[in-house]
């Protein structure tokens, strides 16, 4: 549709008031003069060579790059999730509590563990040192004292072991608590208050929200032209038409054995990313580009199998017929392989009851009228 700008000056047939009822309706129609457009410099647009952007597809998910699966270390009951899907958290904020009740116990007991180990190394230390002075005195056997030495050794062994005991259970202790490991959101709570946590268990998933990335895959027979460093333009579900543009960041190694596609990471490339994951993307990488003749969809008429554009010709409309390509991504302007010639000038937004050979008028541009009204020049026909 034209803009408001443009409009239609019909020069119809001058129909005589007196014999208007006379005139047979086919013959007025026939005596009608063709309608002519007034159109502006803003409802004209130049065709123009422009660099076209060309190279494999893309399709994949935004995913976190900094993600952790918060899983139970040790078997007990929960106490409470204090956090819910979509909270923000800092690192080290607590997430869920475990029943530390067993495992307290345990503690306990390797506390007193390490109390009697420790008493008795004393004592096998203190014996040892008695039966070294009566040896010196000569008042005691050689073999005394080396018993005394290997009480004393396996009182330190046990005492050792003892301890590592003790700091096992401190540790089991501290894993009934579960902590942020960096500042996110909770993405996924897998569990609520008095469910059972085995060992391996998932209690929530937690992301980095600024640290999301284009996880694509690519067909492996595109795979030749994709170099790290080529950005990449694509759109994101849920994000309408907005465009986001990356860059290519790592490409795997070897396909997949299934799908025989490649995954290609792609990072955000000006800081504007979406900030939920999981949605699906697709795009193209910019692998070449080229220079070609391009046309915005709006300058286009499609009607069927054909495509065509309104060129303005001197003084008339004509209808020139396309060969439509590829569709620059970044653009969103498509190829124009012929039918059109750089230079050439059509209507940017046409009607659809334009016809071909159609008479056209270009109007005067807005400040020329004003500067002609300010001199006081009647213009006329």
């Keep these: ?40 410099s803003e409802d004209v647009l130049t065709v123009q060579s422009n660099s076209l952007a060309s190279g494999p597809v893309i399709t994949g998910a935004i995913q976190p790059e900094r993600k952790a699966d918060l899983r139970a270390e040790v078997s007990a009951v929960v106490l409470q999730v204090l956090k819910e899907n979509g909270d923000p958290v800092k690192r080290g904020d607590v997430l869920v509590k475990l029943d530390e009740t067993s495992i307290r116990d345990s503690l306990l007991s390797a506390e007193e563990a390490l109390r009697a180990a420790t008493q008795a190394h004393e ?14 005195s000569g008042m005691t056997s050689a073999q005394a004292l ?12 046990e005492m050792s072991a003892a301890r590592s005991r003790l ?29 059972t946590a085995a060992i391996g268990k998932e209690l929530l998933k937690v992301i980095d929200p600024t640290s999301m990335r284009f996880e694509g895959k690519v067909s492996a027979d595109k795979i ?30 070897s396909a997949n054995d299934v799908t025989r596609q490649v995954e290609v990471l792609v990072a955000f490339a000006n800081g504007v990313q979406p900030r939920v994951s999981g949605l699906y993307a697709e795009g193209r990488i910019d692998a070449e580009t080229a220079d070609a003749l391009t ?3 709006s300058a286009m008429v499609r009607a069927g199998d054909k495509t065509y554009a309104w060129k303005v010709k001197g003084n008339t409309l004509a209808r020139a017929d396309l060969g439509v390509g ?49 001199s006081g020049v009647v213009q006329g026909k």
């Design 146 to 157: 080396d018993d005394a030495e290997v009480r004393r050794n396996s009182a330190l062994s």
């Design 326 to 374: 590829t569709r620059d991504p970044r653009t969103g302007n498509f190829e124009i392989r012929n039918g059109l010639a750089s230079g050439d000038a059509v209507l940017r937004h046409p009607s659809s009851n334009l016809k071909d050979g159609q008479k056209v008028e270009l109007a005067a541009p807005a400040a020329a009228k004003v500067a002609s009204a300010g």
């Design 167 to 195: 700091a096992a259970a401190r540790q089991q202790v501290g894993r009934t608590v579960v902590r942020a490991p960096f500042d996110g959101i909770v993405s996924e709570r897998k569990v609520s208050n008095g469910d």
């Design 224 to 253: 030749a032209a994709v170099k790290v460093g080529q950005p990449v333009m694509f759109r994101v579900n849920g994000y309408g038409e907005q465009q986001f543009s990356g860059v290519v960041k790592r490409i795997d190694p």
């Design 295 to 297: 046309l915005p969809e």
């Design 123 to 136: 004592q096998s230390q203190r014996a040892l040192e008695r039966l070294k002075t009566l040896r010196a």
């Design 1 to 40: 549709m034209l803009r408001k700008t443009l409009f239609v000056l019909a020069i119809a047939s001058a129909l005589s008031a007196c014999g208007k009822s006379d005139k047979d309706p086919a013959k007025a129609k026939a005596d009608a003069k063709p309608v002519q457009l007034l159109v502006s």
